[in-house]
């Protein structure tokens, strides 16, 4: 399967605690995003990297939350003291940054807060 | 107001029916424009990519965009069982990396 993929599928955590998802790109894509949706809307953009720099970030990525991608190929992202309200799927999307390509999506990491 | 706007229906057809998804938007700076797939808890599958105004087929589906109207749709013929899903719109703008999604619209098809 030459796709995004993305670890783990599910996490469950208590409030507060921290949690670390992972996401693969499709490979030789050097652009990748990240993305939220919550139960009956559609995704939310977090932010976005070229290569290892990371270039855009949503207002909704709040302190709490930080992304890496320290090789230029897979990254991670992470949230601080969760909140119930981090509770939504957690979307990770790749692009080869070439002309008018579009973003392509991996299953997504859903994450509970109890 | 939100800068893309869908209704989430749902939406309910018969098989073989055609059906008819659309998005309005506001934000007279969008370009690309997108519809994606998404079955439930999966991530969401592109389906349809436009670039700028026009018409663009693939098989049973079509996609038209608006921009003079700021509107985009998506059409579906003979529509299959497989077809149920939430089909989500999106756009972007030209210098900008950040999808923007409409809500989604949940379609079934009846056997």
């Known amino acids: 399967d030459t796709g995004v993929s993305q670890n783990p599928r599910h996490k469950i955590t208590k409030r507060g605690q921290n949690v670390t998802f992972r996401c693969d790109p499709i490979?030789?894509?050097?652009?990748l995003y990240w993305y939220r949706q919550t139960l009956g809307q559609g995704p939310e953009f977090l932010t976005y990297?070229?290569?290892?720099?990371?270039?855009?970030k949503s207002r909704l990525l709040s302190d709490r939350f930080s992304a890496e991608r320290p090789k230029g190929s897979f990254s991670t992202l992470e949230i601080q003291r969760t909140e119930q309200g981090d509770s939504a799927m957690y979307l990770c999307a790749s692009s080869s940054g070439a002309g008018r390509d579009t973003q392509y999506f991996g299953p997504g990491t859903r994450l509970t807060v109890l | 107001q939100k800068e893309v706007e869908q209704d989430p229906g749902p939406l309910s057809v018969p098989e073989g029916a055609i059906v008819s998804l659309n998005c309005t938007y506001s934000n007279s700076a969008f370009q690309y424009f997108m519809w994606y797939r998404q079955y439930s808890r999966k991530g969401p599958e592109l389906l349809m990519y436009?670039?700028?105004?026009g018409n663009k087929e693939d098989g049973r589906f079509t996609a038209q965009v608006d921009k003079s109207s700021k509107y985009i749709s998506l059409f579906i013929r003979d529509s299959q069982p497989s077809d149920s899903a939430t089909y989500l719109c999106a756009m972007r703008q030209g210098g900008s990396e950040k999808l923007v999604f409409g809500k989604g619209t949940k379609l079934t098809v009846n056997p």
């Open positions: 990297f070229q290569n290892e720099a990371q270039l855009e």
């Open positions: 436009t670039y700028s105004s």
């Open positions: 490979s030789e894509h050097n652009r």
